[in-house]
């Protein structure tokens, strides 16, 4: 892994709907719409969170969502052209901010430029998912690799830092095995990351020469854990992670572009917290799905525009933002900034040390580095039985940190380290 996402927190980003972008593409002979300047208009809000970098959804142009793509080397005109494009990158790295693009590689539109390289299934082509407006692209073609290979490298030398591949799950490893190693001999500190959902996470790592993957099973154990009182899930998930943290490092979150918002998953909302402390301490490359750091709300539906709700348009400015929403932003920026203060907690191995249905502590290590988290959700104070000689609060539920540790508070949580 490229070693600079050690040091990554990636603020996530669909800017199709965060520029509040049209939803079809725009008609034949229209001049772009230069929509890229409001995201960047939010980059100093970023920086502010703590993130690093901008994971973005898909940029390209498109028919519609982005991932039905028409052309991977042109910017989509309603988010603007190669210049807005170029001003944005220079404005992040400005700010010390790393960019990350969305490449979808498995299927386009069917309006794409070359469709020979279609995969045929019986008497048409295979499409993705059922999508009958997403082709699926033929793998097996020389043709198709040297293409991805050269889009991955023309936006890599145009300031890019590496590439999340959409539904790499449904494309064999062997392809990215094939691609990758060329576009890495030009750009060795490129960083690629897979969306997997499920199954041999690690296996697919290794046969495809990714640097990681995205972490379905943490994330749904964190949010549905907390919303059944039932920890137990959790630490499953937990084991599985820390097997995982052997062979390579995962793109962990509690939010992204595919699914119902964190906050509209938990009927608590002190448990918005408990949620954070679970992905900021824990090993992993982690990201914040823009909105969630302001509590918003989002159901995912499946259906036509189903994702419209968890892919809303961001206000001009941040003055704009309901007041509601910036408890839950300052609670980001704690726990981001315990987490770049502990920048070795990207590679920690973890064990459940202590485990009911609605309390339970983790401790995280990497050598001689150690922090131990402690989550009640209960509503009744609770002691947890394990050793805390050595350490100290970090940050806590508890407004002035002082509370008798280990006892924790109803609903509440806190972070111990040296």
């Known amino acids: 892994m490229a070693r600079w996402a050690d040091h990554a927190i990636w603020w996530h980003v669909y800017p199709l709907g965060f520029t509040g972008a049209p939803p079809s593409a725009l008609p034949a002979g229209s001049g772009p719409e230069h929509r890229l300047g409001r995201l960047e208009a939010w980059l100093d809000y970023a920086v502010e969170l703590g993130c690093s970098g901008l994971l973005l959804g898909p940029v ?4 519609t969502h982005g991932y039905d793509t028409v052309d991977h080397l042109r910017i989509d005109p309603r ?3 190669d210049a807005d494009f ?3 990158v220079a404005a992040a790295h400005g700010r010390g901010l790393r960019i990350v693009l969305d490449g979808v590689f498995n299927h386009v539109s069917r309006e794409f430029g070359h ?9 048409g082509y295979a499409v993705f998912e059922g999508h009958q407006h997403l082709v699926a692209l033929d793998h097996t073609r020389p043709a198709v690799a040297d293409y991805v290979g050269r889009v991955m490298s023309h936006w890599l030398g145009r300031g890019v830092s590496g590439w999340r591949l959409d ?6 490893p062997e392809f990215w095995a094939a691609v990758l190693p060329g576009v890495r001999r030009r750009f060795p ?3 690629f990351v897979g969306e997997v959902l499920h199954g041999d996470y690690a296996g ?5 020469g990714l640097d990681s993957v995205t972490q379905y099973e ?3 154990a964190i949010w549905s854990s907390l919303r059944d009182g039932n920890f137990f899930e959790l630490s499953w998930a937990l084991k599985r992670h820390d097997e995982l943290m052997e062979s390579f490092v995962p793109q962990t979150f509690a939010g992204n572009h595919d699914v119902t918002r964190l906050a509209s998953q938990l009927p608590d909302e002190r448990h918005v917290a408990h949620a954070l402390a679970v992905l900021f301490t824990v090993g992993g490359v982690p990201s914040v799905y823009y909105g969630d750091e302001q509590a918003f709300r989002g159901i995912k539906e499946e259906r036509e525009g189903g994702d419209d709700e968890i892919r809303p348009e961001f206000p001009a400015g941040a003055g704009q933002l309901a007041p509601y929403g910036w408890p839950v932003y300052r609670l980001h920026q704690r726990l981001i900034g315990l987490r770049r203060r502990n920048p070795w907690l990207v590679r920690a191995r973890t064990e459940v040390e202590h485990l009911t249905n609605r309390a339970m502590a983790f401790r995280s290590r990497d050598g001689e580095e150690e922090i131990l988290t402690l989550l009640n959700t209960g509503d009744d104070p609770y002691r947890f039985p394990v050793g805390i000689d050595g350490l100290r609060v970090l940050d806590s539920s508890s407004p002035d940190g002082k509370a008798p540790w280990p006892t924790v508070p109803p609903h509440g949580w806190a972070v111990l380290g040296r």
């Open 60 to 63: 390209f142009a498109s028919r």
């Open 79 to 81: 988010l603007g052209d």
């Open 86 to 88: 170029d001003r944005f």
């Open 115 to 123: 469709p020979e390289w279609f995969r045929r299934e019986g008497s």
């Open 167 to 172: 539904a790499a799950y449904a494309v064999r």
């Open 189 to 191: 500190d490129a960083w």
């Open 204 to 208: 697919y790592v290794a046969r495809s």
């Open 218 to 220: 943490l994330w749904k």
